[in-house]
């Protein structure tokens, strides 16, 4: 997991520092909206207060995309990444499956090339014999 969500994605970056940032804006509205009691301070609370929620949400919906878009690309790499590599695997098993038959056939297939060859001889003695016979 951590070669798809890196260092900079699991803290957050930018998003942590705007939300963090929206989150003190809120809540120093509030607090200024609550503490006092005069209609300007209020409203400007409550201001502030919304502002701050509006930073945090806008800061949400903004990063969202970038980051699911940042992630599926470094799914779609490390998927390619896998299949690269679960390649090699396999053609690596292959390649030492055919040299282990290789090696279990060299031995046998040796024996048949001589028996054939023994057999070939055997085969032009036999015509030979058959040839020289007929001119009998």
């Not at 940032?21 to 909206?33: K, R």
């Not at 207060?49 to 509006?54: Q, S």
């Amino acid at each position: 997991m951590s070669d798809i969500v890196g260092d900079k994605g699991i803290q957050g970056s930018d998003l942590g520092t705007l939300t963090l940032a929206g989150g003190g804006i809120a809540a120093f509205g509030a607090v200024i909206a609550l503490a006092t009691n005069i209609m300007v301070f209020d409203i400007t609370g409550g201001i502030l207060a919304t502002v701050g929620i509006g930073l945090v949400a806008l800061a949400l919906l903004w990063k969202r995309t970038g980051i699911i878009s940042e992630f599926r690309q470094k799914l779609a790499k490390s998927r390619a990444e896998f299949r690269d590599r679960l390649n090699r695997e396999i053609a690596g098993i292959f390649e030492k499956l055919f040299l282990e038959i290789d090696h279990q056939l060299k031995e046998p297939l040796a024996r048949l090339e001589k028996q054939a060859a023994h057999l070939s001889s055997l085969a032009e003695e036999a015509e030979r014999i058959s040839n020289d016979l007929e001119r009998l």
